[in-house]
């Protein structure tokens, strides 16, 4: 496996949590339901915060982050895991994001691994466990509509 200092670790860190957070809005966007919009938006913000708190182990190194700044490797267009020109339901966006918080559940633990700092260790490994139930939530809503169906 390729060696990160634990600035790059952090950087694409940050980068996953944008990333997360326009996946989100996308979708909100994409539903008509205003319970499940409001889901969606209050994901989105969850992601924004969990930005916050990587930007924060970024400056606790000396480093200065910009606000409008837009971390190193991401992508600054339309998410092209929300297709716009197809229709797609609720068990597609509930399939869809699951698959989305376990990659970044695993994207999280193996960034832990990869840093020598235990305080980054610690903070990657909290991001993980929140997406974990991130993946959880979109699985119980999962299950409740196969119930119903």
Request: aromatic residues 28%.
């Given at each position: 496996m390729a060696e990160f200092i634990d600035d790059e670790i952090l950087e694409m860190a940050v980068a996953r949590e944008v990333d997360a957070n326009r996946f989100y809005l996308a979708l909100a966007a994409r539903v008509e339901d205003p319970s499940i919009k409001k889901i969606f938006e209050k994901l989105a913000v969850e992601e924004l915060e969990h930005r916050a708190k990587i930007e924060l182990e970024i400056m606790k190194t000396g480093r200065v982050v910009k606000e409008d700044e837009t971390p190193a490797g991401f992508r600054d267009e339309q998410p092209d895991y929300v297709p716009t020109e197809i229709e797609i339901d609720y068990k597609d966006i509930l399939l869809m994001s699951i698959q989305k918080e376990e990659a970044s559940?695993?994207?999280?633990v193996d960034l832990a691994g990869m840093t020598s700092d235990a305080h980054s260790q610690e903070v990657l490994l909290a991001l993980a466990q929140e997406e974990a139930g991130?993946?959880?939530r979109f699985q119980k809503a999962l299950d409740f509509l196969s119930h119903i169906a």
């Open positions: 559940f695993q994207l999280y991130h993946k959880q």
